[in-house]
């Protein structure tokens, strides 16, 4: 991954990467997004978000994406997802995260905390993670993750 770039997660493996070249040619994050987006088959299912050096958000959710989908951009942070409960869940994760103090891992935490609390998932959610990495070091500075809980929701507590 270039250096200096934080990235999200995507269905598409391909995308991500591709929106991190063109960051590092020096595009911005809205207009590497539409970069990728011009070239991308199937691109109505797809879901994209990036920050960029500059802290410059961008996002993108396909019309296809699946059940309820939103995406809300704060000051160096970006939220987004399908299969929501309501359109509200990413701007709440948003509003905690930038009012929450600590860590990037502690104010994440308090984040998806919040889109819990303001109706998470349509259905249960039965695993969640967070992957914190640095641009100095080669391994996460953080990986926490519980890949399942038979207690639905209880993944996130």
């Known amino acids: 991954m270039p250096r ?3 990235i999200l997660l995507t269905a598409d493996p391909e995308l991500g990467p591709k929106i991190l070249e063109f960051i ?7 207009q590497a997004i539409d970069h990728v987006i011009v070239g991308c088959k199937k ?5 994209l978000s990036v920050i960029d050096d500059k802290g410059r958000t961008a996002c993108f ?3 296809e994406a699946l059940g309820i989908h939103a995406m809300a951009e704060g000051e160096n942070c970006v939220s987004m ?8 869940i990413p701007s709440a994760m948003i509003k905690d995260f930038e009012q929450s103090e600590g860590t990037l891992p502690e104010r ?3 984040g998806i905390e919040a889109g819990l609390a303001a109706g998470g998932d349509a259905g249960p959610i039965h695993s969640a993670g967070i992957l914190v990495a640095k641009k100095d070091v080669s391994w996460p500075m953080v990986n926490l993750h519980v890949d399942w809980d038979d207690e639905p929701d209880n993944a996130v507590r």
């Open 61 to 63: 959710s396909g019309s």
């Open 81 to 88: 997802g399908n299969m929501l409960e309501s359109e509200n």
């Open 43 to 47: 691109i109505q299912w797809r879901q």
């Open 108 to 110: 994440l935490l308090t």
């Open 4 to 6: 200096n770039h934080k």
């Open 24 to 30: 590092e040619k020096g595009l911005s994050a809205k």
